[in-house]
């Protein structure tokens, strides 16, 4: 079955870039799947960040899109976030995570603590 | 931006109780409706697709129900590892949304 693992910094100086990279295991990133980037925090709760596919096409929140990318690396297996800019309001966990037929998140990825701070 | 609304936000049940949760969206979005449970730890675990069909492998004590504005997630016979948080979340525009949560306690 598909496994997901994020990886990346867990600490990022403010206004510095958050980027983060998850691993697709067990499937291939090209199997016309869309594959997601969803963030939580205990104030904010669960925030879509936005997906792509494995084309390259992509949707972001409109409350992110200036300071977000999503990209695929086909050959690694992988996809990519980045956020510029980054504040301590970026400080949460960051899951990835297959995006199902129904817009359904399935499965995720155990999720990484990003904190921003100096 | 499409507005979910959980209720309760926390609720005391015991083993063996039936509870339902509810989830409003602030417009209509037809069955475009998904559950989560998550755990303290891990990531938000799809328990409802499309409103009312059950993920592979989940017990069949969940259920769930609504179309257009109102959905329900219903636990038949609460089991001591249901006491956890659920989430809806609505797919059918984006940007993709979820609601706040419904902790379940003892």
């Known amino acids: 079955q598909v496994q997901l693992q994020e990886s990346g910094p867990g600490l990022v100086k403010p206004s510095g870039t958050l980027s983060l990279t998850c691993a697709v295991s067990?499937?291939?990133?090209?199997?016309?799947?869309?594959w997601s980037w969803v963030r939580q925090t205990p104030g904010k709760g669960l925030e879509w960040i936005g997906e792509i596919y494995d084309g390259g096409s992509t949707y972001y929140n409109p409350s992110l899109k200036s300071r977000v990318t999503i990209s695929v690396d086909k050959s690694k297996n992988q996809f990519s976030l980045k956020v510029i800019s980054v504040t301590d309001a970026d400080t949460a966990v960051y899951y990835c995570?297959?995006?199902?037929?129904?817009?359904?998140?399935?499965?995720w990825g155990q999720g990484t603590l990003v904190t921003v701070s100096s | 931006d499409i507005q979910m609304t959980q209720s309760p936000s926390s609720l005391s049940a015991s083993v063996g109780d039936r509870v339902t949760i509810t989830c409003r969206a602030s417009q209509s979005i037809s069955s475009y409706l998904n559950w989560y449970q998550q755990k303290p730890g891990k990531p938000p675990k799809l328990l409802i697709y499309?409103?009312?069909s059950l993920q592979s492998g989940v017990p069949s004590r969940f259920s769930a129900s609504g179309s257009g504005t109102d959905f329900t997630l219903t636990i038949s016979s609460l089991q001591p590892e249901d006491f956890v948080t659920y989430y809806c979340q609505q797919s059918y525009i984006i940007p993709r949304t979820f609601g706040h949560g419904t902790k379940v306690e003892i």
């Open positions: 499309a409103a009312s």
């Open positions: 067990g499937g291939s990133i090209s199997s016309s799947h869309w």
């Open positions: 995570a297959r995006v199902g037929e129904w817009v359904m998140f399935d499965p």
